[in-house]
């Protein structure tokens, strides 16, 4: 056990410096991404409504122009008022078309 801790540290270390360190150099990508799984309703059906609000905070670090106040204060009200109940809905795949 101690040799396999040892073997994984230098790589979790990494990982950590990298992603999860404010100042890491793709801290702001990780986040970002993080904040695109709720656009996943696989993702979204497990989440809590708090959990997937901070999320989309998160949508505004890809920098992306369309990614206003006021699209952001948009897909809060769509997640409170029906996507993560849609999300938890079993999805008829035999009505699908072909």
């Known amino acids: 056990m101690q040799h396999g801790r040892g073997a994984v540290a230098p790589g979790y270390a990494y990982f950590r410096n990298l992603y999860i360190h404010p100042e890491g150099k793709l801290r702001n990508l990780f986040l970002a991404f993080r904040g695109a799984r709720i656009f996943d309703p696989i993702f979204l059906s497990g989440c809590t409504l708090p959990a997937a609000l901070l999320m989309v905070d998160d949508l505004l670090r890809f ?27 079993d999805f008829l795949w035999g009505e699908l078309p072909g």
């Open 63 to 89: 920098g992306f122009p369309e990614f206003t106040p006021a699209f952001i204060r948009g897909v809060k009200k769509e997640l409170t008022l029906k996507y993560i109940k849609q999300a938890n809905e």
